[in-house]
T-cell receptor, first 119, second 114 residues
Framework: AQTVTQSQPEMSVQEAETVTLSCTYD???????LFWYKQPPSRQMILVIR????KQQNATENRFSVNFQKAAKSFSLKISDSQLGDTAMYFC????????????????WGLGTSLAVNP | KAGVTQTPRYLIKTRGQQVTLSCSPI?????VSWYQQTPGQGLQFLFE???????NKGNFPGRFSGRQFSNSRSEMNVSTLELGDSALYLC?????????????FGQGTRLTVV
Protein backbone atom coordinates (compact mmCIF):
# COMPACT_ATOMS: atom_id res chain seq x y z
CA ALA A 1 0.00 0.00 0.00
CA GLN A 2 1.09 3.53 -0.68
CA THR A 3 1.62 6.09 2.06
CA VAL A 4 2.37 9.80 1.98
CA THR A 5 4.06 11.58 4.87
CA GLN A 6 4.29 15.29 5.52
CA SER A 7 6.50 15.80 8.55
CA GLN A 8 5.85 19.51 9.07
CA PRO A 9 2.39 20.13 10.55
CA GLU A 10 2.91 23.90 10.60
CA MET A 11 5.28 26.36 8.99
CA SER A 12 5.54 30.10 8.66
CA VAL A 13 7.41 32.42 6.33
CA GLN A 14 7.79 36.13 5.86
CA GLU A 15 6.23 37.72 2.84
CA ALA A 16 8.57 37.73 -0.20
CA GLU A 17 10.78 34.99 1.26
CA THR A 18 11.16 31.38 0.13
CA VAL A 19 9.81 28.34 1.94
CA THR A 20 10.11 24.61 1.29
CA LEU A 21 7.50 22.06 2.33
CA SER A 22 8.55 18.44 2.68
CA CYS A 23 6.82 15.28 1.50
CA THR A 24 7.98 11.68 1.41
CA TYR A 25 6.08 8.71 0.07
CA ASP A 26 6.33 4.98 0.02
CA UNK A 27 5.37 2.84 -2.95
CA UNK A 28 6.52 -0.16 -4.91
CA UNK A 29 4.91 1.20 -8.06
CA UNK A 30 7.01 2.60 -10.88
CA UNK A 31 4.28 4.60 -12.61
CA UNK A 32 2.62 7.33 -10.64
CA UNK A 33 1.89 11.00 -10.33
CA LEU A 34 2.62 13.25 -7.39
CA PHE A 35 0.68 16.38 -6.62
CA TRP A 36 0.69 19.37 -4.34
CA TYR A 37 -2.72 20.78 -3.53
CA LYS A 38 -3.52 23.96 -1.64
CA GLN A 39 -6.60 24.34 0.58
CA PRO A 40 -7.24 27.92 1.67
CA PRO A 41 -9.79 28.82 4.36
CA SER A 42 -12.49 28.69 1.68
CA ARG A 43 -11.91 24.88 1.82
CA GLN A 44 -11.68 24.45 -1.94
CA MET A 45 -8.81 22.17 -2.88
CA ILE A 46 -6.72 23.70 -5.65
CA LEU A 47 -4.03 21.94 -7.66
CA VAL A 48 -0.69 23.73 -7.30
CA ILE A 49 1.66 21.49 -9.24
CA ARG A 50 1.93 17.97 -10.65
CA UNK A 51 4.91 15.71 -11.34
CA UNK A 52 4.94 12.57 -13.45
CA UNK A 53 7.25 9.97 -11.95
CA UNK A 54 8.81 9.07 -15.29
CA LYS A 55 9.97 12.65 -15.85
CA GLN A 56 13.36 13.51 -14.44
CA GLN A 57 12.87 17.24 -14.86
CA ASN A 58 11.33 18.93 -11.84
CA ALA A 59 7.97 20.59 -12.48
CA THR A 60 7.61 24.35 -12.09
CA GLU A 61 4.58 26.62 -12.10
CA ASN A 62 5.47 30.28 -11.75
CA ARG A 63 6.59 30.75 -8.11
CA PHE A 64 6.07 27.07 -7.29
CA SER A 65 8.59 24.37 -8.02
CA VAL A 66 9.28 20.86 -6.79
CA ASN A 67 12.37 18.90 -5.94
CA PHE A 68 11.53 15.35 -6.99
CA GLN A 69 13.99 12.72 -5.80
CA LYS A 70 12.59 9.43 -7.05
CA ALA A 71 15.17 7.14 -5.47
CA ALA A 72 14.73 8.81 -2.11
CA LYS A 73 10.93 8.96 -2.60
CA SER A 74 10.94 12.62 -1.75
CA PHE A 75 8.80 15.36 -3.28
CA SER A 76 9.26 18.80 -1.74
CA LEU A 77 7.51 22.02 -2.76
CA LYS A 78 9.37 25.31 -2.93
CA ILE A 79 7.40 28.53 -2.86
CA SER A 80 9.40 31.57 -3.92
CA ASP A 81 8.50 35.20 -3.24
CA SER A 82 5.80 34.11 -0.78
CA GLN A 83 2.60 36.12 -0.84
CA LEU A 84 -0.12 36.58 1.77
CA GLY A 85 -2.50 34.68 -0.49
CA ASP A 86 -0.28 31.61 -0.18
CA THR A 87 -1.52 31.15 3.40
CA ALA A 88 -3.28 27.78 3.33
CA MET A 89 -3.04 24.07 4.09
CA TYR A 90 -0.80 22.29 1.60
CA PHE A 91 -1.32 18.63 0.84
CA CYS A 92 0.97 16.24 -0.94
CA UNK A 93 -0.84 13.47 -2.82
CA UNK A 94 -0.01 10.30 -4.79
CA UNK A 95 -1.85 8.63 -7.63
CA UNK A 96 -0.93 5.29 -9.19
CA UNK A 97 -1.03 5.22 -12.98
CA UNK A 98 0.02 2.96 -15.80
CA UNK A 99 -1.21 -0.40 -16.98
CA UNK A 100 -1.27 -1.93 -13.52
CA UNK A 101 -3.39 0.91 -12.18
CA UNK A 102 -6.15 0.36 -14.71
CA UNK A 103 -8.77 3.00 -14.09
CA UNK A 104 -7.69 3.69 -10.53
CA UNK A 105 -7.82 7.45 -10.03
CA UNK A 106 -7.63 7.35 -6.24
CA UNK A 107 -5.56 10.07 -4.58
CA UNK A 108 -3.63 9.12 -1.45
CA TRP A 109 -2.95 12.11 0.76
CA GLY A 110 -0.53 13.32 3.37
CA LEU A 111 -1.92 14.96 6.49
CA GLY A 112 -0.97 18.42 5.30
CA THR A 113 1.21 21.35 6.29
CA SER A 114 -0.39 24.56 7.49
CA LEU A 115 1.55 27.45 5.99
CA ALA A 116 1.23 30.98 7.33
CA VAL A 117 2.70 33.85 5.34
CA ASN A 118 3.37 36.80 7.62
CA PRO A 119 3.42 40.42 6.47
CA LYS B 1 -16.89 27.21 -17.31
CA ALA B 2 -18.75 26.43 -14.09
CA GLY B 3 -16.77 24.63 -11.41
CA VAL B 4 -17.72 21.71 -9.23
CA THR B 5 -20.80 22.41 -7.17
CA GLN B 6 -21.53 20.67 -3.92
CA THR B 7 -24.77 21.04 -2.02
CA PRO B 8 -25.55 21.72 0.70
CA ARG B 9 -22.53 23.56 2.07
CA TYR B 10 -23.42 22.85 5.69
CA LEU B 11 -25.54 20.18 7.31
CA ILE B 12 -26.37 19.27 10.89
CA LYS B 13 -27.87 15.85 11.54
CA THR B 14 -28.68 13.71 14.56
CA ARG B 15 -27.14 10.32 15.27
CA GLY B 16 -29.07 7.56 13.56
CA GLN B 17 -30.40 9.74 10.76
CA GLN B 18 -29.37 9.47 7.16
CA VAL B 19 -28.02 12.15 4.84
CA THR B 20 -27.61 12.69 1.10
CA LEU B 21 -24.94 14.96 -0.35
CA SER B 22 -24.88 16.13 -3.95
CA CYS B 23 -22.09 16.92 -6.38
CA SER B 24 -22.42 18.43 -9.85
CA PRO B 25 -19.16 17.98 -11.83
CA ILE B 26 -17.69 20.22 -14.47
CA UNK B 27 -19.50 19.88 -17.77
CA UNK B 28 -17.94 17.10 -19.82
CA UNK B 29 -16.36 15.36 -16.84
CA UNK B 30 -17.50 11.79 -16.39
CA UNK B 31 -15.66 10.88 -13.20
CA VAL B 32 -16.71 11.93 -9.73
CA SER B 33 -14.73 10.95 -6.64
CA TRP B 34 -15.66 11.49 -3.02
CA TYR B 35 -13.29 12.09 -0.11
CA GLN B 36 -13.85 12.43 3.61
CA GLN B 37 -11.65 14.98 5.39
CA THR B 38 -11.26 14.94 9.19
CA PRO B 39 -8.61 16.53 11.41
CA GLY B 40 -7.46 13.16 12.73
CA GLN B 41 -7.51 10.98 9.62
CA GLY B 42 -6.91 13.60 6.96
CA LEU B 43 -8.34 12.96 3.51
CA GLN B 44 -9.59 9.49 2.78
CA PHE B 45 -10.99 8.15 -0.47
CA LEU B 46 -14.59 6.99 -0.34
CA PHE B 47 -15.42 5.98 -3.90
CA GLU B 48 -15.29 6.97 -7.55
CA UNK B 49 -18.01 6.86 -10.14
CA UNK B 50 -17.47 6.89 -13.87
CA UNK B 51 -20.30 6.80 -16.41
CA UNK B 52 -22.83 5.80 -13.74
CA UNK B 53 -20.71 2.87 -12.48
CA UNK B 54 -18.74 2.64 -9.28
CA UNK B 55 -15.20 2.14 -10.47
CA ASN B 56 -13.22 2.30 -7.24
CA LYS B 57 -14.08 2.00 -3.59
CA GLY B 58 -12.24 2.91 -0.39
CA ASN B 59 -12.32 1.21 2.98
CA PHE B 60 -15.53 2.58 4.42
CA PRO B 61 -18.46 0.65 5.90
CA GLY B 62 -21.52 -0.14 3.83
CA ARG B 63 -23.37 2.77 5.47
CA PHE B 64 -21.57 4.92 2.91
CA SER B 65 -22.97 4.58 -0.57
CA GLY B 66 -23.20 6.60 -3.71
CA ARG B 67 -24.55 6.77 -7.19
CA GLN B 68 -24.08 8.70 -10.39
CA PHE B 69 -26.73 9.82 -12.79
CA SER B 70 -26.68 9.96 -16.59
CA ASN B 71 -25.76 13.68 -16.46
CA SER B 72 -22.71 12.75 -14.31
CA ARG B 73 -24.12 14.35 -11.17
CA SER B 74 -23.37 12.23 -8.16
CA GLU B 75 -24.87 11.74 -4.75
CA MET B 76 -23.45 10.08 -1.69
CA ASN B 77 -25.58 8.76 1.10
CA VAL B 78 -24.66 7.97 4.67
CA SER B 79 -27.17 5.96 6.67
CA THR B 80 -27.39 5.49 10.44
CA LEU B 81 -25.13 8.45 11.12
CA GLU B 82 -22.51 8.23 13.84
CA LEU B 83 -20.70 11.06 15.63
CA GLY B 84 -17.52 10.00 13.85
CA ASP B 85 -19.08 10.77 10.48
CA SER B 86 -18.73 14.47 11.22
CA ALA B 87 -16.37 15.70 8.52
CA LEU B 88 -15.87 17.77 5.43
CA TYR B 89 -16.94 15.75 2.40
CA LEU B 90 -15.18 16.75 -0.80
CA CYS B 91 -16.17 15.86 -4.30
CA UNK B 92 -13.68 15.84 -7.18
CA UNK B 93 -14.50 15.94 -10.86
CA UNK B 94 -12.24 14.79 -13.69
CA UNK B 95 -12.32 13.50 -17.23
CA UNK B 96 -11.63 10.10 -15.75
CA UNK B 97 -9.72 8.56 -18.60
CA UNK B 98 -6.58 9.01 -20.62
CA UNK B 99 -3.46 10.71 -19.40
CA UNK B 100 -5.23 13.73 -17.95
CA UNK B 101 -5.25 13.16 -14.22
CA UNK B 102 -6.24 16.59 -12.95
CA UNK B 103 -9.07 16.55 -10.43
CA UNK B 104 -11.11 19.66 -9.72
CA PHE B 105 -12.65 19.95 -6.30
CA GLY B 106 -15.82 21.49 -4.96
CA GLN B 107 -15.92 23.52 -1.77
CA GLY B 108 -17.22 20.60 0.19
CA THR B 109 -20.13 19.84 2.45
CA ARG B 110 -19.48 20.27 6.17
CA LEU B 111 -21.48 17.57 7.96
CA THR B 112 -21.93 17.78 11.71
CA VAL B 113 -23.53 14.86 13.53
CA VAL B 114 -24.87 15.63 17.02
Amino acid sequence: AQTVTQSQPEMSVQEAETVTLSCTYDTSESNYYLFWYKQPPSRQMILVIRQEAYKQQNATENRFSVNFQKAAKSFSLKISDSQLGDTAMYFCAFMKTGANAGNNRKLIWGLGTSLAVNP
Amino acid sequence: KAGVTQTPRYLIKTRGQQVTLSCSPISGHRSVSWYQQTPGQGLQFLFEYFSETQRNKGNFPGRFSGRQFSNSRSEMNVSTLELGDSALYLCASSLGQGANTEAFFGQGTRLTVV
